[in-house]
Nanobody
């Protein structure tokens, strides 16, 4: 089981980027998919999450600018980031709480991280 993230890059302030993350492998159930970020010298923080019950959470700092969505059929989660600010610069990590076919216990899985850089 693995998560593959893509879509990061360099953008000017006010611009937009869209991140994608695909979960693959012998997945039994995905409980939550979401995005975290970690800026240099700071702790990793939740950006947005989307549960299998439909609950969506956003960090206060991105509310109204970022939108999380998912495609359950393709086990994919997206993060549309608009009105980007220099303080959004960070490595963004895809996260999923999911169980596998062989072990029906939900645990955290992480993608490899994708760099988002917003220039002023």
């Amino acid at each position: 089981v693995q998560l593959q993230a893509s879509g990061g890059g360099l953008v000017q302030a006010g611009g937009s980027l869209r991140l994608s993350c695909v979960a693959s492998g012998r997945i039994f159930r995905i409980n939550v998919m979401g995005w975290y970020r970690q800026a240099p010298g700071k702790q990793r923080e939740l950006v947005a999450s989307f549960s299998n019950t439909g609950t969506i959470n956003y960090a206060d700092s991105v509310e109204g600018r970022f939108t999380i969505s998912k495609n359950n059929t393709e086990n994919t989660v997206y993060l549309q980031m608009n009105s980007l600010k220099p303080e959004d610069t960070a490595v963004y990590y895809c996260n999923a709480v999911m169980s596998t076919v062989s072990i029906h216990v939900a645990v955290d899985y992480w993608g490899q991280g994708t760099q988002v850089t917003v220039s002023s």
